[in-house]
T-cell receptor, first 110, second 114 residues
């Protein structure tokens, strides 16, 4: 299984942008890059995913490096409700499993 | 909108007992995934089903079994429970997959083994 590497924790001030990095140097050409987040005592929640091009949705933006060996989840204005563990996961074509690594615990300071 | 429903929300069992966790996917979703999350740990993939057939297997103990039924709901059966099985068990569903599908997670079943 292709692996992802993320920092254990990050801090951000409220209302400021947050850039959460992820390394996936062994990614294959057909692997999708997914981001999920898990708020305390809740199930993981989908944030965004993409293959090669940068992606935007109402929650966040996903910037994918040209060689696809890394990506960055961008929260444009962090709020206290964005405090969560963020997971970068690879979705492999032809498989039905998404392996969670050790995500990044985001702390948002008021 | 309908979400993934898991039952029960909480379950308390004694060692060596059996437990059955149920998962009802979002309507029209045909793929179900099971995850185990121990205290302070990250979710661990256990097993998945697509169109009622087992698809992929992760770190699922031999004491556990699962299946997906004709109405696409799934059950995780756990036998000879051990203290270490105490965890939050999540089910997720998607419409097909191939790496390009969003997973929708339920609220989980908290299993406590005493």
């Amino acid at each position: 299984d292709a692996k992802t590497t993320q920092p254990n924790s990050m801090e951000s001030n409220e209302e400021e942008p947050v850039h959460l990095p992820c390394n996936h140097s062994t990614i294959s050409g057909t692997d999708y890059i997914h981001w999920y987040r898990q708020l305390p005592s809740q199930g993981p929640e989908y944030v965004i995913h993409g293959l090669t091009s940068n992606v935007n949705n109402r929650m966040a933006s996903l910037a994918i490096a040209e060689d696809r060996k890394s990506s960055t989840l961008i929260l444009h204005r962090a709020t206290l409700r964005d405090a969560a563990v963020y997971y970068c996961i690879l979705g492999t074509s032809g498989t039905y499993k998404y392996i969670f690594g050790t995500g990044t615990r985001l702390k948002v300071l008021a | 909108a309908a979400g993934v429903i898991q039952s029960p929300r909480h379950l308390i069992k004694e060692k060596r007992e059996t437990a059955t966790l149920k998962c009802y996917p979002i309507p029209r979703h045909d793929t179900v995934y099971w995850y185990q999350q121990g205290p302070g740990q990250d979710p661990q993939f256990l097993i998945s089903f697509y169109e009622k057939m087992q698809s992929d297997k992760g770190s699922i103990p031999d004491r556990f079994s699962a299946q997906q039924f004709s109405d696409y709901h799934s059950e995780l059966n756990m036998s000879s429970l051990e203290l270490g099985d105490s965890a939050l068990y999540f089910c997720a569903s998607s419409f097909q997959t191939g790496g390009n599908e969003k997973l929708f997670f339920g609220s989980g079943t908290q299993l406590s083994v005493l």
